[in-house]
């Protein structure tokens, strides 16, 4: 225990530089959920340490308006509470202490945004994920605009990533000014109507940062359109959490059968974000084929 913490300190001295370079960048999921609560602090200190580009976590908005990082709707599972976070205060919130990933209680609070933020700036740029769900009774984008707000009055507007499956008429009437100034990634999958007009829309007028894929198989619209998403200089995420959104090279086969089929097959494809549930494993792998 103590030859893991020593070498998580010296890692995470050395990650100091906040995400951006021109190789493979790694997405840690929930941050790191098998050594921490997940979406908590210590998850996120971990994620760092491991060598973590991009923190997917998760937001969602209390009754009295603050932001906390949470991926249920309702506090169950992963606390010591019950009830859902819309009907609930920030102080009730935290109020409550953090379950482990097999349910035990820790002395682990729920954070706010503004918490991941302060441990998050210039190292690791946030995936803000739920960021679509608007509470009941709210106008739509709401939420949205809350979260820029905060990552703009804490200068993190640049390190700020969204993933959503708007077209960009409406991506634009939320975000404003901002998309141009966010890491912004439309999400592509076969359910989208349109897809290639909506695809051929965004390159024109924004070439995001990255287009999120979810292709369920390689003979999917979807996967038709990574061809044209390279070459528009944007580049392609997946989530190597989900074998539907991988067509089947995900975590589990890069874990249990080889990573050279799930990670390296990304990869050898394009894919130069992966989202994973394994942050420690695809950072090494991805070091061992210089990637």
Not at 188 to 198: G, Q
Request: hydrophobic share 40%; net charge negative; charged share 25%.
């Amino acid at each position: 225990m103590v030859r893991f913490a020593t070498c998580l300190v010296a890692v995470m001295v050395a990650a100091t530089s906040v995400a951006g370079t021109n190789g493979v960048m790694v997405a840690s999921h929930r941050a790191d959920w098998q050594f921490a609560p997940e979406n908590s602090l210590e998850s996120l200190k971990n994620a760092i340490a491991f060598g973590a580009d991009i923190i997917e976590t998760d937001v969602r908005m209390t009754k009295d308006g603050h932001i906390v990082i949470m991926h249920d709707y309702a506090v169950n599972r992963t606390t010591n509470g019950s009830g859902y976070i819309g009907d609930l205060t920030l102080d009730e919130i935290r109020a409550l202490r953090l379950r482990d990933n097999l349910g035990a209680m820790t002395p682990y609070q729920v954070p706010t945004l503004e918490e991941f933020i302060a441990v998050a700036k210039g190292k690791v740029w946030l995936y803000l994920d739920k960021a679509i769900y608007d509470l009941p009774g709210h106008e739509e984008g709401t939420l949205v605009r809350k979260l820029l707000e905060i990552a703009r009055a804490n200068g993190t507007l640049e390190e700020t990533v969204f993933v959503l499956p708007w077209p960009y008429e409406k991506a634009k009437r939320i975000f404003g000014d901002d998309l141009e100034k966010v890491r912004y990634c439309p999400v592509i999958e076969d359910k989208i109507p349109d897809l290639e007009a909506y695809v051929d829309e965004y390159i024109e007028k924004l070439r995001p940062f990255a287009f999120q894929f979810r292709m369920a198989s390689l003979d999917s619209k979807t996967y038709a359109q990574l061809p044209k998403v390279l070459a528009s200089g944007s580049r392609a995420f997946i989530a190597a959490t989900w074998s539907n959104h991988t067509a089947g090279h995900d975590d589990r086969v890069s874990i249990f059968e080889s990573p050279d089929k799930g990670w390296g097959w990304l990869v050898e494809q394009g894919f130069t974000i992966i989202e994973t549930n394994h942050t420690r494993e695809l950072v090494r792998y991805l070091k061992e084929i210089e990637r």
